[in-house]
């Protein structure tokens, strides 16, 4: 089949504006590096309770299901899953009443509804799985800064600008920009950042899934700070935020392993 010029511009450009408002949390990488860092803090019977789930796959390797499943139509009503929308501006209580109030499904409400699948011991092996599945993606977006941003630009898809001379959006910058900029495998990055001090593990193991949205957020508000539309981001940016997503990757990995130790005791 032939398409007219003008048909395949506009099949371009529909694909091209599509892509972004779609990005997934952390990219590929990013959320088998969560999963591999979890895998290093599970207890003895949660490691036992994810193998009878998942069986041989790994948390690393099932983390990105939830992005391969969006081929599948019968899998759309996911789509709300992956970030919680919220307003400028608020400290810690106005985003836990925001939470509180927000009904639509959310990364935030509906991680809440996978613990308590995987903790009901009348669920099947296949609402296991796909609880177990969706926990450990979640988990990996919510610690995705732009996963908790702002509404009127779709998490950043909006803030368009190049990365390393590229055209991107500020979403897309740490959905993959940033990750795959260190040039390291998912087991060799989370080797290289997996080493928090015994003060950080009690920290970050001791906050709330409410607390872990506000550290999104404020990590948020320094993001939209140094960024702006039609920005050129290269090596400065990197090094202004490359802490603060290893610091993402590591307490995503840490809390997921830290909900799985709670729910399986």
């Excluded at 202004?240 to 610091?247: M, P, R």
């Amino acid at each position: 089949m032939k398409f007219s010029k003008s048909l395949k511009v506009g099949l371009i450009m529909a694909i091209c504006a599509y892509i972004p408002v779609n990005a997934s949390a952390w990219g590929m990488l990013g959320h088998r590096i969560v999963g591999q860092v979890a895998e290093t803090y599970l207890n003895s019977k949660s490691r036992k309770a994810v193998k009878n789930i998942l069986g041989d796959e790994t948390l690393a390797m099932t983390a990105n299901w939830p992005d391969f499943i969006k081929s599948d139509t019968s899998y759309n009503y996911l789509s709300s899953w992956h970030y919680v929308n919220l307003p400028a501006n608020l400290d810690r209580q106005g985003v836990v009443d925001f939470l509180n109030r927000e009904k639509t499904p959310n990364v935030y409400n509906k991680i809440q509804e996978m613990i308590s699948i995987l903790k009901n011991k009348q669920s099947n092996a296949d609402q296991k799985k796909l609880a177990l599945r969706l926990l450990v993606h979640m988990v990996g977006d919510l610690h995705q800064p732009m996963h908790t941003a702002r509404k009127e630009d779709l998490g950043g898809n909006k803030v368009y600008v190049t990365w390393f001379g590229q055209k991107s959006n500020l979403h897309s910058v740490w959905d993959s920009g940033l990750v795959d900029y260190q040039q390291l495998s998912y087991t060799e990055y989370a080797t290289v950042i997996n080493h928090p001090t015994k003060a950080q593990l009690k920290s970050w193991r001791a906050t709330s899934l409410a607390d872990n949205v506000f550290e999104s957020y404020q990590l948020v508000d320094k993001i939209y700070a140094k960024t702006r539309a039609e920005d050129k981001l290269s090596y400065r940016y990197n090094f202004d935020f490359v802490d603060h997503l290893n610091e993402q990757l590591l307490k995503g990995g840490v809390r997921l392993a830290n909900i799985l130790n709670e729910i399986y005791g």
